[in-house]
């Protein structure tokens, strides 16, 4: 099971999201933005950061890296793609997830550990965790808030395309309390919370829910 790591100019938690698939025993893979080169991986992790200084909008020049070129066509032909935080922004830029990640609520940027219900169970990424399971994972962002039309809100809500919501309160008035969403087939999901980060005992809180997607990820390789 090999799964490429994307690393853009200001990436920062590549790193952290190689331990935790390794962890989950895949293979994490090295993937460069201006490289043309999938590597023949298996699925590809898009984790956080600031690419390119966040200039323009967050993830708006990441969505023309020459790495971009290859991840879409393959993630709309089915490849798994997880994107977290500046990685969940790419993927809207790039029009692989509708919608866009704004300024928080409030103009401040938000650190904490913060609690998620699970409400779709059935994407590459979560078949681990059960609809409706509540788990903590930190947040760390100035431009999180998810807004989408009234037509968008109305599609994913219809279809079960939600598939985390912030429990308890929200950090950053995405709207419906969305954290995190995916396509209509599946195979891309995209959340603002770090599960790369709960996935070792030794770091204490939050803990370890972030471990779900990593295994989910390597049992649907194996199995397919």
């Keep these: 099971m090999r799964v490429g790591v994307v690393t853009f100019p200001g990436t920062l938690d590549d790193q952290d999201a190689a331990r935790a698939l390794r962890l989950a025993g895949a293979e994490a893979v090295p993937l460069w933005h201006a490289d043309h080169d999938l590597k023949g991986v298996d699925a590809v992790f898009l984790p956080g950061g600031f690419s ?3 200039y323009l909008r967050c993830g708006a020049i990441s969505r ?5 070129t290859e991840l879409i066509p393959a993630a709309q032909a089915g490849l798994p793609v997880l994107g977290t935080c500046n990685g969940f922004q790419i993927l809207c830029e790039a029009h692989l997830l509708p919608g866009a990640l704004v300024r ?9 550990d ?8 059935s994407t590459a990424w979560t078949t681990d965790f059960a609809e409706g399971q509540e788990i903590t994972l930190p947040v760390k962002h100035g431009e999180g808030r998810y807004v989408a039309d ?3 809100l109305a599609e994913l809500e219809a279809t079960g395309r939600v598939v985390f919501r912030y429990a308890g309160s929200n950090p950053n008035g995405s709207l419906n309390d969305i954290a995190g969403i995916t396509n209509e087939a599946g195979n891309v999901v995209g959340l603002m919370p770090h599960p790369e980060h709960a996935v070792e005992e030794l770091t204490g809180a939050p803990g370890v829910d972030g471990r779900g997607f990593f295994s989910s990820i390597v049992r649907k ?4």
């Design 52 to 54: 390119y200084g966040d």
């Design 64 to 68: 023309f890296a020459p790495l971009m």
């Design 104 to 112: 928080n609520a409030g103009l401040h940027y938000v650190c904490r």
């Design 114 to 121: 913060q609690r998620i219900r699970v409400d779709n169970a």
């Design 150 to 152: 009234a037509e968008t």
């Design 221 to 224: 390789l194996v199995n397919a």
